[in-house]
Structure formats: structure tokens, C-alpha cells
């Protein structure tokens, strides 16, 4: 896996500030992103992983809580696949521990990782940021919910159904821009970025929605008719429009949602997200980079007003607070001011 640029690693330190600056309420929070090698293991219990007779193993987020739910052939599989994985040395699993431990099947990583630190919030008080996505993506309407402990119930289920969604179309989002990037002959590790992210960005589906089947909504998915590969000048906008400015904040509100949504369950499920997402928003930027010296200045002015005028439609009011906002972590409209102020200063001072 490539190695993370000094490009990427500022950006991740600058989500995980504005995150948390935000969320604090604190002028100088601690939001750090670095690099160290360490062994890191993953447990999972019986109902959650399963070996194959092949000699591979599934993890399900179905029945318990699953930091990477999929399908792997072995140990090197899963581990590469770990967003914080800059490379991989080796590994060993899953192998299951002394009952007597209650540790069940352990996975271990053994590589060079980057970290970025979060402040831990203690008892926290009582959407822009949906994510990229791509033309061509259609939603169907959304099926009813199914009632389960009571109306405010629903209504957070229906928040994470939707979030479920917009990760949804991410994936379609990301798997088309790798193939035009394939397409546009750029650089191998940015495709193979773009396919990584995807993977992730189904990842985070599941995740949605085993959240909104938790609060009892039911997931509706998009769907996207064959995507064809568009010029280049093209794919430059929507990249600085959906990676670059929606992709970024979206970024630093998932990680604020994993400081301050009230549900255990969700706060973890959120801080894998807000992982990932930090280094899906440097992709983004890494994409804004060699499309600029492709087509030149004109293409650089043309991605900067794109950026521009998505930055002032998200500057309107926000409405992704809503009477289950507290419980989901949302920002309030004034933490989304906030967000905004800080994010032109350090991650769109150019625009």
C-alpha cells in the first residue's frame, strides 16, 4: 500500500482539529495524525466470524459488532484492507483463543499504521457532510419503517437509513472515478486508491445499515444505470465539487458524530467511518493535484470556481439537525458555521 504523503497526512490532522475544536468547544484541542509501527489485534466472537472450508472467513456485522465486515481469503486480506494500514509486514489468523480469556477468534496486523487522535468527550450533551457521490444515481423511494420502540426511534433509524444511502452512492461514486482515472491514464495509485475507497465506502453501507435496522428503519439503496467514462475536464469538476468540498466536511462531520452521538454502538461504528473518510477527502485533493497538471491553468481555474460555488451553497442553512440530532451527534446550525469558518481557513484557503 503506498505510503501516506505529507499532503494527506495534514489534511487528516486538519479534519480531526476542526472535529473536535467544534465538538470541545475548545480553542486548542489535541488533533494529530502520525505514523509508527505496532502489532494490532482484532477480536471478533463466535457470531461474528466464521471460518470457510476453503481456509478463508467471513465476518458478519449481522449478529454483533464488526469493525471490517466481508469476505476474506486470508489474514493478509483482511489487514490490507485496514484504512490506517500504510503497510503490511505480516500477519497471523483469525485464530481462536482459550475460551477461559472470553477473547474468541484474534486477527493480528503486524505493519506501519497512521493514526490521527481524537479528544475523548466523557458523558457528551445532549446533512452537510453526506459524502461524495456522482450524476447518474438514482434513489428509490424509501420503504416504511418498522416500528420498534417508538417514534424518535424510527426517525434516528431513518437518519442512519439514509446515511446508509449516501454511502451507497459513494461506492458507485468512487468505483467510476478509478476507472476514469484508469481510463485518463493516471497514476496507479490513485486508481488503486479509488477501488480501496470504494471497498470502504461498502463497508460503511453495512455498517448504516445495521444502525438503522437497530433503531428499526429499513434500508433503501440506489441504484445506477452502466456509468460511461467522461472527459477528463469533467471528472476534474465533480471531484472538486463532491471529493474536494463535500467529501472534506463530510469528513469532519462524521468525525464529530463519533465524539458526540450518545449510542456506544454508534460512536464506534462512526469513529471507523470518520477513519476513512479522512483519508477519502485526501484522495480527493491528491485527484485535484495531477488533474491540474493534466489540463493546466484553465482546468485549475475552472475546478477552483466549482469549488467555490459548492462551498457557498453549503454555507445556507443547515438542515441536518432535526429532532433526532442529538441522539445521532449531528452538528447544530451554529457547529456547522463553525466547521465551515474553520475549514476555508485550513483545508480551502485557496478558494
Not at 52 to 79: H, K, L, M, N, T
Not at 103 to 127: H, K, L, Y
Not at 149 to 170: K, N, P, Q, T
Not at 327 to 345: D, I, N, S
Request: net charge neutral.
Amino acid at each position: 500500500m503506498k505510503r501516506l504523503d505529507g499532503s494527506s497526512l495534514r489534511l487528516r490532522n486538519a479534519i480531526a482539529l476542526i472535529a473536535s475544536t467544534v465538538a470541545t468547544g475548545c480553542p486548542s484541542p489535541v488533533g494529530t495524525c502520525d505514523e509508527s509501527d505496532a502489532t494490532r489485534t482484532d477480536q471478533y466472537d463466535d457470531l461474528a466470524l466464521q471460518l470457510e472450508a476453503d481456509g478463508g472467513f467471513v465476518i458478519s456485522g449481522e449478529d454483533g459488532y464488526a469493525y471490517y465486515p466481508g469476505q476474506y481469503a486470508s489474514c493478509r486480506d483482511y489487514c490490507s484492507i485496514q484504512p490506517e494500514l500504510v503497510s503490511l509486514a505480516s500477519c497471523e489468523g483469525p485464530t481462536f483463543a482459550d475460551a477461559s480469556t472470553g477473547a474468541g477468534w484474534t486477527i493480528e496486523c503486524d505493519g506501519r499504521w497512521v493514526s490521527c487522535s481524537f479528544p475523548f468527550i466523557i458523558n457528551p450533551p445532549p446533512t452537510p457532510g453526506s459524502g461524495r457521490t456522482t450524476e447518474g444515481v438514482w434513489m428509490p423511494p424509501a420503504k416504511p419503517a418498522r416500528v420498534l420502540v417508538g417514534h424518535r426511534s424510527v426517525r434516528l433509524g431513518e437518519h442512519f437509513a439514509r446515511a446508509a444511502a449516501d454511502e451507497a452512492a459513494a461506492v458507485f461514486a468512487f468505483r467510476r472515478l478509478a476507472r476514469e482515472l484508469a481510463a485518463h491514464d493516471g497514476p496507479r495509485s490513485l486508481v488503486m486508491a479509488a477501488e480501496q475507497a470504494a471497498h470502504e465506502e461498502v463497508n460503511h453501507t453495512m455498517l448504516m445499515a445495521m444502525l438503522a435496522r437497530r433503531y428499526g428503519a429499513r434500508v433503501t439503496l440506489p441504484v445506477a444505470p452502466a456509468l460511461p467514462v467522461r472527459p477528463l475536464d469533467q471528472v476534474a469538476l465533480e471531484n472538486a465539487r463532491e471529493g474536494c468540498v463535500r467529501e472534506t466536511l463530510g469528513a469532519i462531520v462524521v468525525a464529530f458524530q463519533s465524539l458526540r452521538a450518545r449510542d456506544g454502538v454508534v460512536r464506534r461504528a462512526l469513529r471507523s467511518i470518520a477513519r476513512d473518510e479522512s483519508g477519502h477527502a485526501a484522495l480527493s485533493w491528491s485527484v485535484e493535484r495531477w488533474t491540474e497538471r493534466r489540463l493546466g491553468a484553465r482546468g485549475a481555474a475552472d475546478a477552483k470556481q466549482a469549488m467555490v460555488e459548492t462551498i457557498a451553497e453549503l454555507d445556507g442553512p443547515s438542515p441536518f439537525r432535526g429532532p433526532v440530532g442529538a441522539e445521532a451527534g449531528l452538528p447544530t446550525a451554529g457547529e456547522v458555521r463553525g466547521m465551515m469558518r474553520q475549514a476555508k481557513a485550513r483545508t480551502w484557503p485557496q478558494t
